[in-house]
């Protein structure tokens, strides 16, 4: 850009900033309006009258007057009168003029008073009678109201310009009509300086606005920009008085200039901006631009790429959700069905299962904090305090049942251990814990001070006997459960344990005491097992001793108060749990061996007829486990103590233990708590149904056991005689026949 010139164009800023300026001066003063409107009708109406009354008599009234100049050029009437007169000849029959000499009556002018009064009521009574809006005499004096007299004269100049036209159709007058082009003559001379300085600050080029100083000239040299300029001009003093214009055309020409300088000011800012621009060569500049266009493109490829890489993480990662959600549903079953064989593999090994159940807290019990922090699938959690060792410790089960679990949820875990029962196994289901851990709330029955009480009928422990025939093999399956209640293992009363086995006995009664040896010699193998020492391994050997399923519920109470036996509960627990009984076996008699036993048996019977002679006593013989035999006549009665056969004897499962110690007879060894130690030759007992003949001698292979069972009157006394061992091979093991 050539320095120097402007970058604007100056005629269109002129423009905007008189555009402003008169939206500003169109809000000045309305009284200041007024006036000068009021003045504008002044003089419309001295102008008419000057015209309409001649040179001569017009020549004391100024074509633009003062307020005053107007009332005192009025004041004689005389003007008044003539004009009327030319308008409505003869309205006014007689005018009184005044003295050839004098120009303007002044006010007070008393001499010639009554002269002006006269015209001047002729005058109003003439005007009235036209229609014409009149005024008041007064209003010629001084301190008269003038608008009132412009009034009436514009309303006669108005009916003498309709008169003109022919006076058709109605005369109307509305008062207020602008006189047309009054201002032109104003805006003449005070608009020539104005414009004359627009145009001396025009660009080079722009049309000059010389010449424009005659109303004429104006309209002749209007072209392009400087048309609206004038125009705009024109528009915003047309209505200011004479008197206002200088200082409205200064304060815009000031503003014109502040704006050039403002724009003149940023233009330079520009400028210099540009120059540094300019500074840089152009090639460098394409150079630079390339340069931003490649990166920005590379931005958006890394961009599409980096999209494109999320998406695909954003897919692997929803496959990758779907492969963990699948695999941890079939975690769940993996668990349960690890369970399952785990128990299967119990089972198999013949271990009795421990369950463990914990408590909740009680309804009104304070709720204080637990010892179990945790309870998973199998495992325990307890929280024990520093004498324990550990902060924690974590017991070990089958199954582990929260404070939160339902009843049917513990027997749903137990309902496959019952329906073994159908099928042919003896299972027992026994509760052990403290006092109000929730054994009774878990079972049926309960055995107390060596009481066994059913809790569902408050009878003698529950035992459920079941026997099924196979309809296609003939096979009879025949399976018993009991469910045991046991008193809370903190009754104890009395113990032989010593050490450490006193700590744990503290907690456990007698029977619990008898069940510890029992799992104990079981764990070691031993030969003899002591299932005699109490009612409850009594009523357990059938289940004890490998032909049947066990299931120990141990129960544990949440309270702080409670965790010594608590500790005590599950170590003893986890001790049970790892007993092997051996595998379980069904109660199955195939129809073979059902013919065979009833052929044995009838041979036997046969036997026994031949050996006993008079007696009348039975011959009986069977296959006895290393350690015991079992036999027990079938009736109290004396009519019915005979022994029908070994098989009958055999199917007898309860045992008083009061029965052993009153046998009486010729023996070869001693009874050793309450157990015959060995072969007895003749047994005889006096106020049993029951008694059982055991031998401990496991080094023993097989023995036939022949009894004579003699027939007493008072009693049925049960004789063995004719005990003799037959030696036999030695049985594998797990093929112990009973
Ligand atoms: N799992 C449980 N949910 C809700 N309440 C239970 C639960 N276990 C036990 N209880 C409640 O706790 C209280 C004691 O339970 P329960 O009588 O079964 O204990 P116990 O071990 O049989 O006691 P005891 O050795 O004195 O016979 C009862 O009021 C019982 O209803």
Not at 84 to 102: C, S, W
Not at 621 to 644: A, E, I, Q
């Amino acid at each position: 850009m050539a320095e120097g010139v402007l970058q604007f164009d100056l005629a269109s800023m002129v423009e905007d900033v008189l555009q402003q300026q008169g939206k500003r001066l169109s809000d000045i003063d309305l009284a200041s309006r007024k006036a000068q409107e009021a003045s504008l009708r002044r003089y419309d109406a001295a102008g008419w009258l000057r015209k309409m009354a001649g040179v001569v008599a017009g020549k004391d009234l100024p074509a633009e007057p003062s307020e005053e100049d107007f009332r005192l050029g009025l004041r004689s009437g005389i003007i008044l009168c003539n004009v009327l007169n030319k308008v409505q000849p003869g309205a006014v029959p007689k005018v009184i003029e005044a003295p050839p000499d004098t120009v303007i009556i002044p006010d007070g002018a008393a001499l010639s008073a009554y002269q002006y009064f006269e015209n001047v009521r002729n005058f109003l009574v003439a005007i009235e009678e036209m229609g014409i809006p009149t005024f008041e005499a007064s209003d010629l004096e001084q301190g008269g109201k003038s608008s009132r007299i412009v009034n009436c004269i514009l309303a006669l100049k108005s009916y003498n310009e309709w008169k003109q036209c022919g006076g058709n159709g109605l005369w109307k007058f509305s008062g207020n009509s602008k006189p047309p082009s009054s201002g032109k003559q104003i805006v003449r001379k005070n608009s020539d300086l104005f414009l004359n300085f627009i145009a001396r600050n025009s660009s080079p080029g722009e049309k000059s606005l010389d010449g424009l100083s005659s109303e004429e000239n104006t309209c002749g040299d209007e072209v392009g920009t400087s048309h609206s300029l004038h125009v705009l001009v024109r528009e915003l003093l047309s209505d200011k008085s004479r008197e206002d214009i200088p200082v409205i055309v200064e304060n815009m020409l000031s503003k014109v200039m502040e704006e050039i300088e403002r724009r003149l000011a940023s233009q330079n800012e520009h400028i210099q901006i540009t120059s540094r621009d300019e500074d840089v060569p152009s090639s460098d500049k394409t150079e630079e631009i390339q340069a931003l266009k490649n990166m920005l493109h590379s931005a958006k490829e890394d961009m599409q790429l980096l999209q494109m890489k999320h998406q695909e993480e954003v897919s692997n990662l929803g496959k990758h959700l779907n492969t963990l959600a699948h695999a941890a549903s079939g975690y769940q079953k993996v668990l349960e069905e690890n369970r399952k064989l785990y128990n299967q593999v119990q089972d198999l090994k013949g271990n009795i299962r421990v369950y463990c159940r914990v408590r909740p807290f009680l309804p009104g019990q304070p709720n204080g904090l637990s010892t179990v922090e945790d309870v998973s699938d199998s495992n325990i959690t307890i929280i024990t305090p520093p004498k324990f060792g550990k902060g924690k410790k974590t017991f070990t089960f089958n199954k582990a049942f929260g404070p939160s679990s339902s009843q049917e949820e513990v027997f749903a875990d137990t309902q496959p251990l019952i329906r073994s029962v159908l099928d042919g196994y003896n299972v027992c289901i026994f509760a052990y814990g403290q006092t109000g851990s929730g054994k009774t709330f878990t079972m049926m029955i309960e055995i107390y001070n060596e009481q066994v009480r059913d809790l569902a009928n408050h009878g003698c422990c529950l035992t459920v006997h079941v026997q099924g025939r196979d309809l296609t093999s003939g096979a009879i399956l025949r399976g018993c459960m009991h469910l045991v209640d046991l008193a809370g293992s903190e009754r104890v009363d009395k113990t032989e344990a010593t050490g450490d086995r006193l700590k744990e006995a503290q907690h456990i009664n007698r029977s619990l005491s008898a069940l510890g040896d029992v799992i104990s010699s079981l764990s070691q193998k031993n030969a003899h097992v002591p299932y005699r020492n109490s009612k409850l391994t009594q009523l357990l050997q059938d289940s004890l001793g490998g032909r049947a399923k066990t299931l120990m519920f141990v129960h544990i109470s949440p309270e702080p108060d409670a965790l010594g036996e608590t500790i005590s509960t599950l170590k003893f627990a986890e001790r049970v749990s790892t007993v092997e009984l051996g595998a379980a076996r069904t109660n199955k008699d195939t129809t073979d061996v059902k013919e065979l036993k009833e052929q044995i048996a009838t041979l036997k019977a046969a036997l026994a007829r031949k050996d006993g002679g008079e007696s009348g006593a039975h011959q009986l013989s069977r296959y006895s486990s290393p350690d015991r035999l079992r036999v027990m006549s079938s009736g109290s009665s004396p009519s019915r103590s005979s022994w029908n056969s070994i098989d009958d004897a055999c199917k007898t499962e309860v045992y008083p233990e009061q029965s052993l110690n009153k046998i009486s007879g010729r023996r070869r060894h001693s009874l050793d708590n309450g157990l015959a130690r060995t072969q007895y030759e003749t047994i005889t007992t006096d106020d049993s149904d029951d008694l059982e003949i055991a031998t401990s001698d496991s080094s023993e292979a097989d023995y036939q056991l022949q009894l004579n069972i003699r027939k007493s009157n008072s009693m049925p006394n049960v004789v063995g005689s004719k005990v003799r061992r037959i030696p036999s091979p030695k049985p594998t093991k797990g093929q112990e026949m009973r």
